[in-house]
């Protein structure tokens, strides 16, 4: 892809399920996890339903090549609600070429028209190709602590 080529965002539809199952199982093996088939319909589900569960895609040349997921979640800091991306992948072929930026931006772009007074994501700490366009995008100020949950 050349620098000058036009990156189209928008919203994932019905009819891109197939390449979208093809980036979401590649993001989940890039952090070396795995989902069953039941957890990757539900999520698709989730994105063409009223769950707050939202959906982007990046096209190059009309060929999706990143997808980004979404969620508003209400906050004890603020009025509106904050805009938290949770899945951001973009086919290793194409990398480095203002994809993942253009997902963020439209995801900005988003929150904004909500009303939202943050845009917030995480990464693994050893995901250097993307920090290095987090880096350059937002800031980070907080460190997140987990606790695996397995109900039964």
């Not at 590649?26 to 698709?44: H, N, V």
């Amino acid at each position: 892809m050349a620098l000058d080529t036009k990156i189209l965002v928008r919203k994932v539809e019905r009819e891109d399920q197939e390449r979208w199952l093809e980036l979401f199982k590649a993001y989940i093996l890039f952090y070396e996890s795995e989902l069953t088939a039941e957890q990757y319909e539900l999520t698709w589900q989730r994105i063409h339903s009223d769950f707050n569960v939202n959906g982007l895609v990046a096209e190059v040349d009309g060929q999706i090549v990143g997808i980004a997921h979404y969620i508003f979640r209400p906050s004890t800091w603020a009025v509106n609600d904050f805009c938290y991306l949770e899945d951001l992948f973009v086919d290793p072929a194409i990398r480095g070429k203002g994809v993942g930026r253009a997902l963020i931006k439209a995801l900005e772009d988003i929150a904004m028209s909500k009303g939202s007074q943050r845009l917030y994501w995480t990464t693994a700490p050893d995901n250097a190709t993307a920090r290095k366009l987090y880096d350059s995008v937002g800031t980070t100020n907080r460190v997140q602590y987990r606790i695996a949950l397995n109900p039964k």
